[in-house]
């Protein structure tokens, strides 16, 4: 019995070698990649993880005289900001209902400029194309505030000075009207933000092998045909997880938008107002640093809930064009 194991060992041990100097060959061989990793890897690690630590905020009252970890622990009593607060119903009602409506907008318009885009045969014309719609995604939002304050600026906005005069219509006092701000606050943001998905949603419409769309000409097929029966469901992973990555922040708002672009006006807060700016205000007023940390968590916990709870869903449908 010794003998028998003794030769076991004697023969896997070459085995043993032979297999660490081929790990060691392919370490060595992607060693490039790696180190281009390493950037990567510390950004995420102490931009994302290394935060984490300050959630015990949410649970305490913050005194910069004890520190953090010194302050007094007040359970959840932070959480109440948001919750007992009068305009809890509408800040959460904002968020979401625009957030919605982001989400099945800029699917929609980025999925159909993909496929337009798609069509064009000029490689000039389709990159200066890709260009303009990418363009307004670089913008600082501080920017566009001013872009959109040039056009609805009641002293000397272009709608109220060329626009309106042509239609007939007297001048309106934009940034007192709360009632049109849904429709421009969502036309901003599609404007910006549609591009950078149709540029994800192309290139996955470019990785669809041309045999399908000439087979199906063939067949007879016509261009919308193609386009329902191809390509939606050759992309449809990428809209699946892109959408469930938008959901994943269905409580979170863009600070620019909401904030800047409306220029703070307290006339639009009914429309505008959303958990973001409300806890950034609060902030400002009470300085109360325990409450706009348990917002933020309460936003990441809501968030990751609503993810597992969408990808349980697209699993019950396909497993395939789930996240995990």
Avoid at 54 to 72: E, R
Avoid at 124 to 136: E, M
Avoid at 252 to 281: E, K
Wanted: hydrophobic share 50%.
């Amino acid at each position: 019995m010794a003998n028998h194991t003794h030769s076991v060992a004697v023969k896997s041990g070459p085995k043993i070698k032979s297999a660490r100097k081929t790990a060691m060959k392919r370490i060595w061989k992607y060693s490039p990649l790696y180190l281009m990793m390493i950037p990567g890897i510390a950004y995420l690690l102490i931009n994302n993880y290394l935060p984490m630590f300050g959630l015990v905020i949410a649970f305490k009252d913050i005194n910069f005289a004890k520190g953090i970890w010194g302050s007094d622990w007040v359970g959840l009593q932070n959480f109440k900001f948001l919750f007992q607060t009068s305009d809890a119903y509408v800040i959460t009602r904002n968020t979401i209902l625009y957030n919605l409506a982001f989400i099945v907008i800029n699917l929609i318009v980025g999925v159909g400029l993909a496929i337009l885009l798609n069509e064009i045969k000029s490689k000039f014309a389709s990159r200066l194309y890709q260009t303009v719609i990418i363009l307004p995604f670089l913008i600082s939002m501080v920017l566009v505030s001013y872009l959109v304050y040039s056009l609805l600026s009641m002293e000397s906005g272009f709608m109220n000075k060329t626009i309106l005069p042509l239609l007939g219509v007297d001048p309106v006092s934009w940034y007192n009207e709360p009632k049109y701000w849904p429709i421009i606050l969502t036309a901003v943001e599609v404007w910006k933000g549609a591009g950078y998905a149709c540029i994800i949603y192309l290139a996955a419409i470019i990785g669809i092998d041309p045999e399908y769309y000439e087979a199906a000409t063939l067949d007879g097929a016509s261009k919308w045909q193609q386009i329902r029966k191809i390509t939606i469901p050759l992309i449809m992973p990428v809209i699946i997880m892109l959408t469930l990555l938008a959901i994943g922040r269905i409580f979170y708002s863009d600070f620019g938008l909401f904030y800047q672009v409306p220029m703070n006006s307290g006339a639009l807060f009914s429309t505008t107002n959303v958990i973001d700016t409300y806890v950034f205000r609060g902030l400002l007023q009470l300085g109360n640093i325990g409450m706009s940390a348990a917002a933020g968590f309460y936003q990441s916990l809501v968030g990751f809930v609503l993810v597992l709870a969408s990808n349980y869903i697209v699993r019950k449908f396909n497993k395939e064009n789930a996240l995990f």
